[in-house]
């Protein structure tokens, strides 16, 4: 008998895969993404000490300054996700990080996932 398993099972399995390889020191902390339906989420986490040093989503107030101050109309999540991937990275590289491991959280890499990770690039992290 075939077993039929969920959309969320297998983003859960996806998910465990990626952390099994995945893994945050102080040196190289590791950035996790999670996006819902209306936001998306990054932190960059040590997983040595279990510490979360930076977190950033849709909601904090410097990406709500960030989307409305800019001059192109940020209308859909992708562009916000770029949004979100830039003050992170600025955040990150005052906090003197530079490099980080990218941590996607079983979402495929495309869309608001790839394009948070494209502004952290143009920020100058490395991955």
Same mark, same amino acid.
Do not use: W
């Given at each position: 008998?075939?077993?039929?398993? =969920? ?6 399995? %996806? *998910? ?43 909601? =904090?107030?410097? /990406? ?10 940020? =209308? ?12 992170? &990275?600025?955040?990150? =590289? ?9 941590? %996607?959280g079983?979402?495929?890499? *495309?869309g608001? /996932?790839?394009?948070? &990770? ?10």
């Amino acid at each position: 008998m075939i077993k039929k398993t =969920s959309r969320k099972i297998k983003k859960n399995l %996806r *998910h465990k895969r990626i952390r099994k390889k995945i893994f945050g020191t102080e040196q190289i902390p590791r950035v996790a993404v999670f996006k819902s339906t209306k936001n998306i989420y990054a932190q960059i986490i040590d997983d040595v000490n279990n510490k979360t040093l930076l977190g950033v989503s849709t909601l =904090s107030p410097k /990406v709500i300054e960030v989307i409305k101050g800019t001059e192109k109309n940020v =209308s859909t999540k992708v562009d916000a996700a770029g949004c979100v991937g830039k003050v992170l &990275a600025e955040i990150a =590289s005052e906090a003197g990080i530079k490099t980080v491991r990218f941590d %996607r959280g079983g979402f495929p890499y *495309h869309g608001r /996932v790839k394009a948070l &990770a494209d502004a952290l690039k143009e920020g100058g992290i490395v991955f």
